[in-house]
């Protein structure tokens, strides 16, 4: 049967890394797009990224922050998803482009890995800066290594790399290449200071991959509106790639917090009911 958890492997504390059955998105789903998941029939709708397509399966890498990520970080090989939409949203614009950086922070460097491998594919120079709070977050270290040509590596703490964060990766590799475009995918935060630093280092183009809130994630409730150059966009359907020099990042910082009191409400129940989560 469909949306069988095939395989599910540990990467991180709360980060794992799932191998969905599901044929259709195996066949059609195209590096930038994502999904909308169901775990259960009444459970809420939730979107995340295709990190990578196989024969019968597709990959995606959870971090669990709330009651439906670490319901399914619960989950086990064996047990299927309710439902799973997809793949939805656009893919990403990639060409021949010459050097090429990217910019991955915590589980948004799952969403980076099919670009560059894409972006690998049609032989760009990769200089990829990866980002975590500590040596456990930095994600797929060896599946980048396999891929770029030059790799940084910062941690808050400087347990790996450089003590710092990932815009400090990107004035090193500013020192020796001259960059015109670039992807940053990671927390909205981390994309904002992305943005904000390759527009003074003069990169023409930062695609960053946004994440508001999602419902139906096929255009139809607004919930995922976001100003981009002045304009209201829909992330799932008009995104969720966009120009991050362009993007009204404070208004999309306000509108991910709109629901933290019901989150935390929801959360809680759950936390009583399972007990300890710490372990996962
Ligand atoms: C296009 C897209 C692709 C995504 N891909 C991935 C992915 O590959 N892997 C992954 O782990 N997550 C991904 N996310 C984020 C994921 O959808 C949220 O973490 C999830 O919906 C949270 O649900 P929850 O019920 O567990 O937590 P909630 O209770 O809804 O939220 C818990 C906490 O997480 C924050 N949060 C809620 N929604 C989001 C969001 N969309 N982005 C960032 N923070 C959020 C809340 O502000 C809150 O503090 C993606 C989001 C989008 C829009
Ligand atoms: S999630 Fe409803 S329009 Fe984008």
Redesign the pocket.
Same mark, same amino acid.
């Given at each position: 049967m469909s949306n069988e958890i095939l395989k599910k492997t540990k990467l991180a504390p709360q980060v794992y890394d799932f191998i969905i059955k599901n044929e259709e998105i195996a066949k059609r789903a195209k590096p930038g797009q994502?999904v909308v998941v169901r775990i259960r029939e009444k459970g809420?709708r939730?979107?995340?990224?295709i #990190?990578d397509t196989y024969e019968n399966s597709f990959r995606?890498?959870?971090?669990a922050?709330?009651?439906?990520?670490?319901e399914l970080c619960m989950m086990e090989e064996g047990q299927h998803l309710s439902d799973i939409a997809g793949p939805l949203?656009n893919p990403s614009e990639i060409d021949y482009f010459g050097d090429v950086m990217l910019i991955g922070g915590g589980?948004g460097i799952?969403?980076l890995l099919p670009i560059a491998k894409e972006l690998k594919r049609f032989n760009n120079r990769l200089h990829v800066i990866l980002g975590g709070r500590n040596k456990d977050y930095v994600i797929m270290l060896e599946e980048f290594e396999n891929l770029c040509d030059e790799l940084i590596i910062t941690t808050d703490d400087g347990s790996m790399g450089i003590k710092g964060v990932v815009t400090d990766g990107m004035d090193l590799v500013m020192k020796n290449t001259k960059i015109n475009i670039a992807w940053a995918v990671g927390p909205?935060i981390m994309m904002k200071f992305c943005s904000i630093k390759a527009k003074e280092l003069g990169i023409e183009k930062i695609w960053v991959?946004l994440?508001?809130?999602?419902i139906d994630g096929t255009g139809m409730c607004g919930a995922?509106r976001v100003t981009v150059d002045g304009k209201m966009k829909f #992330?799932c359907v008009d995104g969720?790639e966009f120009d991050g020099e362009k993007v009204d990042w404070d208004e999309l910082l306000k509108r991910?917090?709109q629901?933290?009191d019901e989150?935390e409400i929801?959360?809680g129940k759950f936390k009583e009911q399972v007990g300890d989560l710490s372990w996962l």
């Open positions: 994502f809420e939730i979107p995340l990224t #990190a995606m890498v959870v971090r922050v709330g009651k439906t990520t670490y949203g589980v799952a969403t909205t991959s994440n508001p809130i999602m995922c #992330a969720p991910l917090s629901y933290r989150e929801s959360f």
